[in-house]
């Protein structure tokens, strides 16, 4: 989320987690757009998306913007994850899955206890690509993990969300570019729709 008008849509609509981008790209917010976001969203979790940030930067952020919790799009080591957990954040690291070859960091992720978010890798990007992970393979990273919570990410739009749902069976649905106008700007409408076809309406 970058402008407050938006959180305050997706609250209304019903979602359980907002984002704001830390990670670079057209979505990227400062501290008080951020803190903005938090105010708009009324009590509900608001997570910083990073990148390549520090367990510092992101722990000085949190403070700063008064976050909720932290997606972690690079880094996600199990002792980041710890640290900060124990710091009271709310942790969902990141897999950028390019196939099979990627599941011995999801048991690695899983061995964390944090719920993971997948997302199809695309080279030199983090997140919000537009690029569907296929649902063949999200559905065998989701048996991979079991009873684990698993969000799924990449691609997902009002048209597509329901089919994807009801083939990997995910905890979570995340999106970004598929309820948009333009970078950052979100249709109310499409959100609409979105949650309408999820069954979270």
């Known amino acids: 989320m970058v402008r407050p008008a938006d959180a305050d849509a997706a609250v209304r609509l019903?979602?359980?987690?907002?984002?704001?981008?830390?990670?670079?790209?057209p979505r990227q917010v400062t501290v008080a757009q951020a803190r903005e976001v938090v105010a708009a969203a009324g009590g509900v979790p608001v997570l910083g998306v990073f990148g390549s940030a520090t367990g510092d930067e992101i722990l000085r952020v949190?403070?700063?913007?008064?976050?909720?919790?932290?997606?972690?799009?690079?880094?996600?080591?199990?002792?980041?994850?710890a640290r900060l957990r124990a710091a009271g954040l709310f942790v969902l690291p990141v897999l950028r899955l390019r196939g099979a070859e990627d599941f011995p960091e999801l048991d690695l992720l899983r061995s964390t206890g944090a719920p993971v978010l997948v997302e199809p890798r695309v080279e030199g990007r983090l997140g919000g690509t537009g690029v569907p992970l296929p649902l063949e393979l999200a559905a065998a990273a989701r048996a991979r993990l079991g009873a684990h919570p698993m969000v799924l990410a990449g691609g997902l739009t009002p048209e597509t969300v329901a089919a994807a749902v009801a083939a990997v069976q995910p905890h979570g649905v995340d999106v970004s570019s598929g309820i948009e106008q333009g970078p950052g700007v979100k249709d109310h409408q499409r959100m609409l729709r979105f949650m309408e076809a999820v069954g979270w309406r």
């Open 62 to 81: 949190r403070e700063q913007a008064g976050l909720a919790g932290a997606q972690l799009h690079e880094r996600g080591t199990p002792d980041l994850l």
């Open 14 to 25: 019903g979602v359980s987690y907002l984002g704001v981008i830390f990670a670079g790209g």
